[in-house]
């Protein structure tokens, strides 16, 4: 009889066992089910203005304001007036926005990865202290500079009208000047320079190295997926440039997309889906960028993050 027993023990032991696992399972699919349910009712709240703009930018006619799921037709007119609309110059502000996406993301990253550098791997006095000041400037808002580099932009006398290809580039520059400090991107790179080892750079300078070619031979290559990563960020950035491009530019032809499509809004005021074909093809490079770049964002930002 104590021989039953003790047989039968293991197995009453292992249906326990089964019968708590099959029951952890369950909860657990339970809540991937509720969790998965509210991130796509979250991605659908997100997704759903982008998704009315393009419905209504395909509507030939029809209420705009109203909430619908399918368009009530399907035209390119919209997109063919937008551009080769003659009042607005749609391809030179699309031009205006690769110039100062360009110039912008440059001169960005490269001074935030050499910015970066030093707070990483020099030791200096009062290192950690510069880097948590301008870490602290992060609270203030970006509209709290405004007045200065306004200010700073006159001085400077980058709005002058002398010549219309100097003034041009000097157009550019106010624009992109003010924001290539940036301290999300001085922050980002820091970060992954202080996951590259120290015996590295130890061995670069033993061999006689100096400090700019550690740089830009190890600490660079090593750092790539974030550097790409703060250039996507960026890129959005430059790309999405509205208020403080549409303050200094006296000249409306050398806006970007975004702040001319206030002027698009003005020239077709009386058809706002040509304005919502703009914002359409507006947003198209942006999600391009993200699709081909996807991969090395978020490497990155992990990297960043764990560096």
């Known amino acids: ?17 089964a019968d708590l696992k099959a029951r952890k399972r369950r909860k657990d ?13 979250i991605a659908l709240i997100m997704l759903y ?13 029809g209420n705009i304001y109203q909430a619908k799921l399918l368009p009530s037709g399907v035209s390119l007119k919209n997109y063919v007036e937008v551009l080769t609309g003659t009042t607005v110059p749609f391809w030179r502000l699309i031009l205006n926005s690769l110039i100062i996406c360009t110039a912008g993301v440059t001169l960005t990253v490269t001074l935030a990865a050499l910015a970066a550098y ?3 791997k020099m030791r200096f006095p009062g290192r950690d202290l510069i880097f948590y000041a301008i870490l602290v400037l992060m609270v203030l808002p970006n509209e709290a500079g405004l007045i ?14 002398t010549n ?6 000097r157009q550019y520059a106010a624009v992109v000047l003010p924001s290539i400090a940036s301290i999300v991107g001085l922050f980002l790179l820091r970060q992954a320079y202080l996951g590259v080892p120290v015996e590295l750079i130890e ?19 090593l750092a790539l997926p974030t550097i790409v990563a703060f250039g996507i960020l960026e890129f959005v950035a430059y790309w999405n440039s509205f208020l403080w491009a549409r303050i200094m530019l006296p000249d409306k032809n050398l806006m970007p997309l975004s702040a001319g499509l206030l002027e698009l809004s003005g020239t077709f005021s009386t058809n706002s889906r040509a304005v919502m ?24 930002i992990e990297g960043a993050v764990k560096g």
């Not at 699919?29 to 009712?41: C, D, E, G, K």
């Open 118 to 120: 030093p707070l990483a």
């Open 164 to 169: 219309p290809v100097i003034d041009a580039i």
């Open 148 to 161: 200065v580099n306004y200010i700073t932009t006159i001085k400077l006398g980058l709005l002058q009208q």
């Open 49 to 61: 203005p982008f998704y009315w703009t393009l419905i209504t930018s395909l509507e030939p006619t």
């Open 203 to 221: 061995a670069a300078r033993i061999d006689g190295a100096k400090e700019l070619t550690i740089w830009r031979r190890i600490m660079l290559p």
């Open 29 to 41: 699919r339970v809540a991937n089910l509720a969790a998965y349910a509210v991130l796509i009712v």
């Open 1 to 17: 009889m104590l021989e039953r027993a003790t047989s039968g023990q293991p197995s009453a032991i292992n249906r326990a066992a």
């Open 277 to 300: 074909a703009g914002a359409v093809i507006t947003v198209l490079p942006i999600l391009v960028i993200f699709a081909f770049g996807q991969r090395y964002f978020m490497k990155g």
